[in-house]
């Protein structure tokens, strides 16, 4: 069965330094999301992609954070300028159509330092 | 503004008891509802999906309801296991471009 998948499964960085986020979603899929989770806090979302522009996005999401598909397999997300409050669990999901349900991938967790 | 909860927090049962989670959400124009499992420190993986027309859906030991106009969905869990232990997130979708998440449930099945 296909799946979303992510790189890193961990990444740790040092305050300040940029992170890129990897997925890979599945492969017939059109619409793109990111998702985040603190530690004991809720998934919240972030973000979603499609046709190579954001078509939603949360009051989370500042221009701290892009999104990007490189080419016509991966997904990024990328945190210019990290902060310790960024430190968490990182999900992508696809989905074929916006009506359809989403796929999740398994996360990269990041800390940050 | 949507709000999904679930009750319990926690809870702790012995091996082989049936168990129900709960989980409500404020605004029921929802198009599905999704139950997931979480083992610490890892991801999402779906356990079942409720289309908004639908009121169950079972899988194995697993059987999840919705009660839409209510606003409540429940996860009955037959014949619990010690593998079972997890947390339990349910999400529901609106029909816009996110899932708004629960607070889940965490689970400990004792031997």
């Known amino acids: 069965e296909p799946e979303v998948t992510q790189t890193p499964s961990h990444q740790v960085t040092q305050m300040g330094q940029e992170v890129i986020l990897r997925c890979v979603p599945i492969s017939n899929h059109l619409y793109f999301y990111w998702y985040r989770q603190i530690l004991g806090q809720k998934v919240e979302f972030l973000v979603s992609?499609?046709?190579?522009?954001?078509?939603?996005k949360s009051e989370i999401f500042d221009d701290q954070f892009s999104v990007e598909r490189p080419d016509g397999s991966n997904f990024t997300l990328k945190i210019r300028s990290t902060k310790l409050e960024d430190s968490a669990m990182y999900f992508c999901?696809?989905?074929?159509?916006?009506?359809?349900?989403?796929?999740f991938g398994p996360g990269t967790r990041l800390l940050v330092l | 503004k949507q709000e999904v909860t679930q009750i319990p927090a926690a809870l702790s049962v012995p091996e082989g008891e049936n168990l129900v989670l709960n989980c409500s959400f404020t605004?029921?124009?929802?198009?599905?509802l999704q139950w997931f499992r979480q083992d610490p420190g890892k991801g999402l993986t779906s356990l079942l999906l409720?289309?908004?027309?639908?009121r169950e859906q079972t899988s194995g030991r697993l059987n999840a309801s919705l009660d839409k106009s209510s606003g409540r969905s429940t996860l009955y869990i037959a014949a619990s296991q010690p593998g079972d232990s997890a947390t339990y997130l349910c999400a529901v979708w609106e029909g816009t471009y996110k899932y708004i998440f629960g607070t889940g449930t965490r689970l400990k099945v004792l031997a």
């Open positions: 409720i289309q908004s027309s639908q």
């Open positions: 999901a696809s989905s074929p159509t916006s009506r359809e349900t989403q796929y």
């Open positions: 605004d029921s124009a929802i198009y599905n």
């Open positions: 992609f499609y046709n190579n522009e954001i078509s939603e």
